[in-house]
């Protein structure tokens, strides 16, 4: 653990523009704050095209600010590490690879014994429930298990920071909830310390079933920071509580959809 710098991961003053092709100029971040304490796990809530992507990959260290910095521990990120793992948006395996070596890759990489890495791989294979499908392809995985090989591999891999990009947006209700209860089990693995997660959705439900904290991003800025109070588990009862109703109309009245929320208190 670090003792010179609690702060994970921290954004200061970060703005990034791109130059499309027709070449019209994006502001896709716009000066941006965040300070995200070890261990804390963040959700970002906000609407399509607002900037969350674009914040992962820099903190990612994939991408580079305009302007600003943004740290880790103090830090300057300055590419990707092994400290940093990440879920992509999209498709998050390599297809060429069998699970098992999916989840070993980024040992691999930084050279842990064959050995050593194979256990670490089943013992995160198991614990997402795949351990029969540790030899099977990719193809051969629904796209739930396919997440849980992603989640596996960022597990497996050690990093201290997860950066998950919308994981699961493409997921049933009910495959959703079983991995939240994995990642959540995962994220609080009781003979290490907490990892910290900064976790992309634009999923209110899923935000408020997970997070410590929901910053919300508009237009390329964070506009709110909301803490989450209740403890865990939570489930559907617990989002019916009026103090996570209060946050979900918060939520919602920031997507531009204010009047769902007060139609759906009305109906409890
Ligand atoms: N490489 C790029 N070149 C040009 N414009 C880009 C690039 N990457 C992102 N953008 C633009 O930056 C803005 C923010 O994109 P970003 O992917 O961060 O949004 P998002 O909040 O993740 O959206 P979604 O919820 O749809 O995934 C968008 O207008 C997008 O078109
Ligand atoms: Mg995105």
């Known amino acids: 653990m670090s003792v010179a710098n609690q702060t994970a991961l921290e954004a200061i003053t970060v703005s990034r523009v791109y130059t499309r092709r027709d070449g019209s100029i994006i502001q896709a971040l716009s000066e941006v704050d965040i300070a995200i304490e070890e261990g804390e796990f963040v959700c970002i809530v906000g609407p399509s095209g607002c900037g969350k992507s674009t914040l992962l990959q820099l903190c990612a260290g994939l991408d580079h600010p305009t302007k600003g910095s943004i740290r880790t521990h103090g830090v300057p990120i300055s590419g990707p590490g092994p400290d940093r793992g990440v879920v992509f948006q999209k498709d998050s395996v390599f297809p060429w690879m069998s699970v098992l070596d999916n989840v070993e890759y980024g040992l691999r ?59 699961f947006g493409a997921l049933d209700y009910v495959t959703r909830h079983k991995i939240h209860d994995v990642l959540l089990e995962l994220w609080n693995e009781v ?78």
């Not at 990892?195 to 800025?221: P, S, W």
């Not at 709110?224 to 019916?240: C, F, K, S, Y």
Request: net charge neutral.
């Open 109 to 167: 990489c930084r050279g842990v014994p064959a050995a050593e890495r194979r256990a670490a791989a089943l013992h995160y294979l198991a614990r997402v429930g795949l351990a029969e499908v540790a030899d099977a392809w990719p193809r051969e995985l629904s796209g739930g298990m396919l997440k849980r090989v992603a989640i596996a591999s960022v597990f497996a891999n050690g990093s201290d920071v997860l950066l998950l990009d919308e994981p």
């Open 191 to 268: 003979d290490r310390a907490k990892r910290t997660v900064l976790f992309v959705t634009h999923d209110v439900n899923e935000a408020l079933t997970l997070a410590d904290r929901i910053l919300v991003m508009r237009g390329g800025k964070v506009v709110d920071n909301i803490r989450v109070e209740h403890g865990r588990p939570r489930d559907d009862e617990t989002l019916a509580e009026p103090s996570m109703i209060a946050i979900k109309r918060t939520l919602l009245e920031h997507l531009g959809i204010g009047h769902a929320s007060h139609a759906l208190e009305n109906a409890q």
